[in-house]
Nanobody, 126 residues
Framework: QVQLVESGGGLVQAGGSLTLSCTAS????????MAWFRQAPEKERAFVSA????????LHTDSVKDRFTIFRDNAKNTLYLQMSSLKPEDTAVYYC???????????????????WGQGTQVTVSS
């Protein structure tokens, strides 16, 4: 079993930056593909960024390319999402997720992930 705990959310002005962290428990978690999703009010959970266990494959949704960076430190069992040039439309609850399946290319749909954190709120004011 893997438990994921996010932190780092908060309130920031448009154009600002935040870095989210997701710490995983469980011996095998460093070998799992991981991802960030977000869910805005009254919207479905949406893919943000994902990376393979060895960080060789990285994916971003188009709206965050060149603004967000996903990376992981397997020695610390921690996944990060560095967000810059934040926009009001980035406001959402951000979730990290991990999958047991050995995907070479990390999946981008929520149904493909087995473990989820509780979420952390990111609010971007205009």
């Amino acid at each position: 079993q893997v438990q994921l705990v996010e932190s780092g959310g908060g309130l920031v002005q448009a154009g600002g930056s935040l870095t989210l962290s997701c710490t995983a428990s469980g011996r095998a978690s460093s070998s799992y593909p991981m991802a960030w999703f977000r869910q805005a009010p009254e919207k479905e959970r949406a893919f943000v960024s994902a990376l393979s266990w060895n960080s060789r494959r990285i994916l971003h949704t188009d709206s965050v390319k060149d603004r967000f960076t996903i990376f992981r430190d397997n020695a610390k069992n921690t996944l990060y999402l560095q967000m810059s040039s934040l926009k009001p439309e980035d406001t959402a609850v951000y979730y990290c997720a991990a999958t047991r399946s050995p995907h070479v290319v990390p999946p981008t749909t929520p149904a493909d992930y087995d473990y989820w954190g509780q979420g952390t709120q990111v609010t971007v004011s205009s």
